[in-house]
């Protein structure tokens, strides 16, 4: 079973991918048919292999709006917002599927098919997005859940969920409270303490039991939830809850034992020889398409700087299992920026930050030269950022469970990227390594192909850098 997909909202949008998909290759053979209408001889010679072509076309406007951040489980946008991304991942998936076509003849439909296609299927996709994601919404389909517990630890459900893009999928019915917990959960949401927890559940249809008690030392009823894990309800402990939920580990709530006995850490032959495969394909299909921008990209810093500045910037990271490697950078701040050999974290509006380096950061082009790095075996085209070591040195002693990060090789891209913006401090730092966390322990094809074509959103619409 997939990791990624064990998350609620994330088997939704599964879902969502495999429903629009099947609109598109059904919008481009009904295209094909109204483009040879009255042709019949025409119509039969194009529609041979048309079913292959037709999926190759879903592939491809899927795979755009993905990449556009409509797949995201948690996506906060309006109508209109929502509109827009639409409206761009069709756009950037027709000049995909037009240059893949072009590009194998034996794949080609003409533009008039694919124009016709688009036509037919964007509406039909604003349409079904928008009554899909209603009926989602609604309190039948989503899964039950009870809380046991109503202290502290109960309420970091409400305190970390407030929002309904990140309950989408379940809702809970109510908290019990344990014994001797001092209660901290309104009193309208509080269940009775109940006699047999298992008539609980049948009454109120539960389907998922999360274990949020502040102390679980001979409070929790072990035998009936024994009882309701044979009547087939799920029973999730918090941490594992909030991990399968939000994408992330939450720190203060682990200890050595949880991560000792929770899946993840796949380090099988099997899944390196995959990561290595993975990262020696994307990485010429990404450089066979930016190469013309690093072009453009060193010619601007030449220009800005003079012949004689450096073009790109080497500096030392952290990288798997606390191996120093040198990685390199398209130079974006000026060459005296360091001069006194102290490592800073970059600010918001940092002035050592150059004009040309100021746009390549905010759209991650000065990051393209980790590519040769990926090359040479020292990082991963998806894992957690590589720090410099005098940061990783100051960071191990203050946050627990950092070092767990350099278990996998470090990325050009990675999910705490993704849903977090550019670390910039301490605080920063911590929260960032929840999703590393997340990454390190649940990493797998899947996951790393999501974050790749996601990767592409953060760049669109800026999303984090500095």
Same mark, same amino acid.
């Given at each position: ?131 899909? $994601?209603? *009926? ?8 039950? +859940?009870? #809380?046991?517990?109503?202290? =502290? @630890?109960? &309420? ?40 047999? $927890?298992? *008539? ?8 998922? +039991?999360? #274990?949020?008690?502040?102390? =679980? @030392?001979? &409070? ?247």
């Amino acid at each position: 079973m997939v990791r990624w997909v064990r998350e609620q909202g994330a088997r939704w949008m599964l879902v969502l991918a495999v429903f629009e998909l099947l609109v598109l290759i059904v919008s481009l053979m009904v295209a094909a048919r109204l483009r040879f209408m009255h042709s019949a001889a025409d119509l039969a010679v194009f529609s041979v292999g048309l079913e292959l072509r037709a999926t190759i076309f879903g592939l491809i406007i899927v795979t755009a709006m993905a990449a556009v951040g409509l797949y995201l489980p948690n996506l906060r946008e309006n109508r209109l917002g929502m509109l827009v991304r639409q409206i761009m991942g069709f756009a950037a998936g027709g000049v995909a599927v037009v240059f893949v076509f072009y590009m194998i003849p034996q794949l080609f439909i003409g533009r008039g098919v694919i124009l016709l296609a688009l036509l037919i299927s964007f509406p039909l996709v604003v349409l079904g997005r928008s009554i899909y $994601l209603r *009926l989602i919404d609604l309190k039948a389909l989503r899964r039950r +859940i009870l #809380v046991l517990g109503a202290g =502290r @630890r109960a &309420q970091m459900i409400n305190d970390n969920m407030r929002r309904r893009v990140d309950r989408r999928g379940f809702i809970v019915i109510g908290y019990v409270p344990l014994p001797g917990e001092t209660t901290v959960i309104a009193a309208d949401h509080l269940l009775p303490c109940p006699e047999s $927890l298992d *008539l609980v559940i049948r009454q109120l249809q539960v389907n998922e +039991i999360v #274990v949020a008690a502040d102390d =679980r @030392r001979g &409070q929790l009823p072990m035998h009936q939830l024994l009882e309701c894990k044979q009547m087939g309800v799920t029973v999730t402990t918090l941490v594992s809850f909030f991990e399968r939920e939000l994408g992330k580990v939450k720190l203060n709530l682990i200890d050595p034992s949880w991560l000792v006995f929770s899946d993840g850490f796949d380090a099988t032959p099997l899944r390196r020889l995959g990561k290595i495969l993975f990262d020696s394909a994307a990485t010429f299909t990404v450089l066979a398409l930016t190469w013309p921008l690093m072009l453009v990209t060193a010619l601007a810093i030449i220009i800005e700087s003079g012949p004689g500045a450096p073009i790109l910037y080497r500096q030392e990271r952290v990288g798997e299992k606390g191996r120093i490697f040198k990685l390199i950078k398209f130079r974006s701040m000026r060459t005296d920026a360091e001069a006194d050999g102290v490592a800073r974290w970059a600010s918001k509006s940092d002035d050592r930050v150059t004009r040309v380096g100021r746009f390549i950061r905010k759209v991650r082009i000065d990051e393209l030269p980790q590519l040769w790095n990926v090359m040479r075996g020292d990082m991963s085209l998806i894992g957690p950022r590589p720090e410099r070591p005098q940061f990783v040195e100051e960071l191990a002693k203050k946050i627990d469970y950092y070092e767990l990060r350099h278990c996998v090789k470090p990325g050009l891209a990675g999910w705490a990227q993704l849903n977090y913006p550019y670390g910039a401090d301490e605080k920063d730092a911590a929260e960032k390594l929840k999703y590393d966390l997340f990454y390190v322990k649940n990493h797998n094809f899947m996951l790393d192909l999501v974050i790749l074509v996601q990767t592409v959103e953060v760049v669109l619409f800026r999303r984090g850098a500095r």
